[in-house]
C-alpha cells in the first residue's frame, strides 16, 4: 500500500496510467483500427518535432527560462537546408551542418541576451520568434523556387522506392518496421536523459532552477549555463527541422509555425515546474507520447474533426494543471477537509 | 530613487519618440510618407491591435500574462460574423463580444489567481480550448458573406480621414489611461504587479485585483473581434492566431515590464501603432513586406535589451550610492567616537 502511495508521488507513474488509459479506451471503442503498431508509431512521427523540442525545453524550463522560439527555428532550418543545397549547390549533409550551427547560433544570441543582459526570458524569446521567423522568410527569397511553394526533390529514393541518404531520415525504417524517426526520438531521450539527469551539468541546471545565488556563490557559472540551455533548445529545434524537411521533402520558411503552443504544453504535461527546479526527461518524453496518442485516437475513435484537436488537448492542460495545484496547495486542501467535516 | 521615479513617469513617452523617430526616419527616406493622410492611414490600421494590446496591458500589469487572447479575439470575431450573416446589428455582437470575454476572462482569472496556477501554462490551456470552440460555433467553415452595412461600418470616416473605429479607440485609450493613472483603484493594478505581498498588506486584494484584470483582458479581446471581424469582411477558424504574440510585443514596445509593476496604458496603445505601422513603413521605404517579422524582432529585442541594461545601470547607481552614503556615516560615527 505504501509503495503504491509513493509510486503515485511520481508524476512519470501518473502519466504511464494515463497513457495506459488512453490505450484501454480507444483499444476498446475501435480496436481493429486503433491497434496497429505501425500506425501508432506514425502517430508519433506526426508530431515528432514537437517531442524533440520539448525535450530540450524542459532543460530551459528547469532553469526557469521559457523559450517560445523553437518553432519558429524549424522553418529556419529547413529553409537554410534548402536553399544551400538548391540554390548553392552545396552537398545535402553540409547543407544540414551549417544549418544546425546557424540555429546553435540563434540560440546562443537570445541566451546571451538573457543570461548576461537580464533580460526576461519570454520577451527575448519572443522577439527571437519575430527575428528568426523573419529571417527564414528573408533566406527563402535567396531562392529561385516561390517562398510559398517550398523547396522540394531532396535526396533520394531508389529505384525500387526505398528512400536513401537525406530523406531516409524523415521517411526510412530501420529492419523494415521501425521508422527511423523514432530511433532517432529513441537516441535523443536517452542523450537528454543521461544529460540532465547523469552528468554534473544537469545538476547545475537544477540547481539554477530552484536558487540561482545559491548556484551562483557555490561557484557555478550561472550565466553560461543558462545560455546553454537556449543553444542546447536551439540545436534540439534544428534537428526537428531537419527531420520535418526530410518527412515532408519540402523546406519552406514557414514549417513548424503553429508548434509554439503544443511544445510547452508537452514539457508542463511532463511534470516541469515553469518556475523552475523540477522536471524530468522521461516526464515530457511520456508526455508528448500522450498527447500524440490522444491527438491520434479521438478522431478515429470518435470521429472529432482533425482540425478540432486544439480542445482536448487544451482540457487536458487545464485538468492536469489545476488538479496538481489543488493536490500541492495545502489551503485549498484544507478548505476542502473544513467542507467535509462540516458535512 | 527619484530617478528612478522618473524614469518611471516617461515610459510612454520614450516610446512616443520612438514612434516618432521611426516615422521620421521613413520620411527622410521617402518624403511622400509624411502627409497627414498616410499617417492617420497608420493609426485607422491600428484599431484591432490596440484594442487587444491594451486589454493584455492590464494583465501583464499585474505580473501575469494571457495567451488566449487571440482566440478569444477569433470566437467572438466569429460570432459577430454569424450575426452579421443574419444582418443582426452591432450592438447585438457587442453584448456577446462583451459576454464571451467576461466568461473567458472569469475563467483564466479563477485559474490563475485562485489556483495559482502559472498564468501562461493556464491560458495556455484556455487558448487550446477556445480555439476548439471557434471551430465548433463556425462548425469549421470560414464565416463570410456578411450582410448589411455591417462591413462598411470599419471604413467609416467621421471627419478628416479619421474613421469612427479609431475615433473610439483613441477616446477609449484616453479614458483608461487617466483611470488608470489618476484614481485610486486604477492603481491597484501596478500595485498587485509591482508587490503582491506588500499590495496585501496595505489591503488590497490581489485575488480581486487580478480577477479583474482578466476579465477586463477578456472584455477588450472581445469588442477587437468584432473590430476584426467588420475590418476584413471575413473570419476564418484560425483567425487571431498569433495575435496574442503581437498583443505582448506591443505591450513590451510601449514600455509595459513582462514582470509587472510598469507601465501604462498609454504605452500599450502607442506600442500597438508601432507594432502594426511597421508592416506600412516598409511599403514606404521601398522594402519588401518580408522584411516586417526581420525588423519587428530586432526593434524588440534591442529595445527589451536597452531597457534592461539602463535599468540594470540606475539600479547599481543607486546601489553604490546608498553604500557610499553608509560608508560615509560610519566614517563620521567612528571618527566621533576617537574623539
Partial sequence: MKTLKNLFKHWEFILLLLLAAEFLIFGTVNPTKFLRPVSIMSSITNYISICIIALFVTFVMITGGIDIQASSIVGLTSIIIGVLWSDAGLNIWVAVFIAIAASALCGALSGFFIAYCGVQPMVVTLGGSFLYSGIALLVSGLSATPAYQGISGFPSKTAEGAFVNFRFLGKGTLFGVIPTQIVIYVILIILCYWLLHKTKYGRKVFLIGVNQQAAEYSGINTRLTIMSTYILTGIGASIAGVLLTANVDSAKYNLGSSFTLSIITAVVLGGTLSTGGKGSIIGTALASIVICILRYGLPLCFGISTQNLDLPVGVMLIVVVVGREIGHNQQIQMLFKRLKAKK | ?339
Avoid at chain 2, 479607440?169 to 493594478?189: C, D, E, S
Avoid at chain 2, 498587485?192 to 489591503?203: F, I, K, R, S, T
Fill in chain 2, 1 to 339: 530613487m527619484k530617478q528612478l521615479k522618473s524614469l518611471k513617469n516617461v515610459r510612454w513617452l520614450s516610446s512616443l519618440a520612438f514612434l516618432i523617430v521611426l516615422y521620421g526616419i521613413t520620411g527622410i527616406i521617402n518624403p511622400s510618407f509624411l502627409s497627414y493622410s498616410s499617417i492617420l492611414s497608420c493609426f485607422n490600421s491600428s484599431v484591432v491591435f490596440t484594442l487587444l494590446a491594451m486589454g493584455i496591458a492590464f494583465v501583464i500589469m499585474t505580473g501575469e500574462i494571457d495567451v488566449s487572447i487571440g482566440s478569444v479575439m477569433g470566437l467572438t470575431a466569429t460570432i459577430a460574423g454569424l450575426i452579421a450573416q443574419k444582418g443582426g446589428s452591432p450592438v447585438q455582437m457587442l453584448i456577446y463580444a462583451v459576454l464571451v470575454g467576461i466568461v473567458t476572462g472569469m475563467i483564466n482569472g479563477l485559474g490563475v489567481a485562485f489556483f495559482n496556477v502559472p498564468s501562461l501554462i493556464f491560458t495556455l490551456g484556455t487558448c487550446g480550448v477556445i480555439r476548439g470552440l471557434v471551430f465548433v460555433v463556425a462548425d469549421g467553415k470560414t464565416t463570410e458573406n456578411f450582410a448589411g452595412p455591417f462591413t462598411n461600418l470599419g471604413s467609416k470616416v467621421l471627419f478628416a480621414n479619421i474613421t469612427m473605429y479609431f475615433a473610439l479607440v483613441f477616446i477609449l485609450a484616453v479614458i483608461v489611461h487617466l483611470l488608470l493613472t489618476r484614481t485610486k483603484k486604477g492603481k491597484y493594478f501596478i500595485a498587485v504587479g509591482d508587490n503582491p505581498n506588500g499590495a496585501n498588506l496595505v489591503g488590497i486584494s490581489v485575488l480581486k485585483t487580478k480577477m479583474i484584470a482578466y476579465i477586463l483582458c477578456g472584455i477588450f479581446a472581445g469588442i477587437s473581434g468584432v473590430a476584426f471581424a467588420s475590418k476584413y469582411g471575413q473570419v476564418n477558424i484560425v483567425a487571431g492566431t498569433g495575435y496574442e504574440m503581437s498583443a505582448i510585443a506591443a505591450c513590451v514596445l510601449g514600455g509595459i515590464s513582462l514582470s509587472g509593476g510598469l507601465g501604462n496604458m498609454a504605452g500599450a496603445a502607442i506600442g500597438a501603432v508601432i507594432m502594426s505601422s511597421v508592416s506600412r513603413l516598409l511599403v514606404f521605404i521601398g522594402l519588401s513586406s518580408d522584411y516586417d517579422n526581420t525588423i519587428t524582432g530586432v526593434m524588440l529585442i534591442t529595445i527589451v535589451v536597452v531597457d534592461a541594461l539602463m535599468q540594470h545601470r540606475s539600479v547599481e547607481m543607486a546601489r553604490r550610492k546608498r553604500l557610499l552614503s553608509r560608508t560615509m556615516t560610519n566614517e563620521t560615527k567612528e571618527g566621533g567616537e576617537e574623539a
